[in-house]
DNA sequence: TTTTGAGTTGTTCGA
DNA sequence: GTCGAACAACTCAAA
């Protein structure tokens, strides 16, 4: 009788599940292991939301595996000493996992093969979270992509082709005597936060649940409806898939057989592109792996930030910066965990062009309160906004926040939602409050933490400074 | 090697 | 109100 670990981390599903389905496959029982080891992940270990999220993604998976009579196993790390002793405990002959791809955990994971491979143990990971791996695409110069168009032209041709798996029928599942309760992990926030995130379901079944909201009214209209914060126009699957709750592999064959039995089939093209986008970010994150840090592009290293401002920070992290769709987005984000992606890119351009506070300010705030807080795409979007990053925006985007509210927000229903001192604005108002002194007064609502105009002339100035320099990201290559 | 076309999401200004 | 042009120059990817 043999016996395999399947070692869960960000693949908290049981459905398209290839290491789950192999190790079934090979063996007699498995034994479903959660070890706890955020000090592996150093200073992006997740965030307060991330913990939030995964705290009830952990006990969803827990359920799920009492269908099949069992329980998920979770232990402290070190990650190597905790497998050792599962091992020890289980005799079990081989691990298997599912790949991940921030450079510290690729890291960390080789050393637990090497680890492991030496004490004899069979070690066995596969891809459980992109349609692609990083490696498996380049330019035909076997370059790694830099610009989005290209590389999403390469990808979109190898997305058809597999099928996802289903779950396990049944399985025999293992255990510990030392495995500790969910609740010893202390993944849930101490302070009176997070009782807003109730609008979430983490783990397989809530992702399944969003998947099937968004087929049936939303990705039909994806292309209008997803640049209104107001609406939920949005598939809101980002955390689902961070902790792979539901694969990409998935999600578009689901979106495929929803639409293949819907009268007037919607255009589901959109949509897979901007899955595209998380793919890309991986891409970039494993090429280029020093991005959540440093400039893409290091031209950007001679840009002169402002001097960090520590009141702008804190009115911005508040969402009183005095700019009423920049706080409804900052405030949707400290209330939901999540932000919609039209606002995400008007808050970073406040921060990162207006107040010209460095791009990694925002960056660690968004890590500290997104529950879809990810590595790759939070710094692919941060750069992109700032202009330092792959593709970027050319420096003349700067977004005005008023154009914009009117232009996606017209009624300011987003607005009035998350800033209530504004529920009465007539008009122009709720987008703009400071042009009426006397009701802006009344309100209680603040007034701008900077002038647009003059602000965004400012940041032009200083992008004209990069003007001649030139330089390039160098890929790092594997090994 | 050189050339060519293109590059997620914008704003402002003047006709 | 609507529309088109200007706003830099550079790099990427493919032919």
Redesign the pocket.
Known sequence: MSTAIIWFRRDLRLADHPALTAAIQAHDHVLPLYIHAPEEEGEWAPGEASQWWLHHSLEALDTSLGRHRGRLQIVEGPSIDALRAAIRETGATAVYFSRLYEPYLIKRDKAVRQALEEDGVEVISSNAALWCEPWEIA???D?????????W??LRTRIDENAPLDAPGSMSLASLSHARPLDELKLLPTRDWARGFGEWTPGEQGAHDMLELFADDGVGHYVEGR?IPARHGTSRLSPHLHFGEISPLQVAAGLRAHAARTKNKPDIEPYL??LG?RE?GHHLLYHFPKTPRENFNPKFDAFRWAKRDRHALRRWKQGKTGIPIVDAGMRELWATGWMH??VR?LVASLLTKNLRQHWVLGEKWFWNTLVDADLANNA??WQ??SGSGA?A?????????V??SE?FDPDGAYIRRWVPELADAKGRLVHAPWEDEAYLDRSGYPRPLVD??AS?DDALTA??S???A????APVSEE
């Open positions: 330019t035909k110069q370059d790694p992509y830099r610009v989005f168009t290209p590389f032209r390469n640049d592109r901007q986008w890309f992606n039209r890119m692919m979007g992109w906004v593709d925006s050319p420096y003349f985007r700067i977004f005005n926040p154009t914009q232009k647009l105009k965004r992008y004209q990069l003007k001649g030139r330089a390039e990201a």
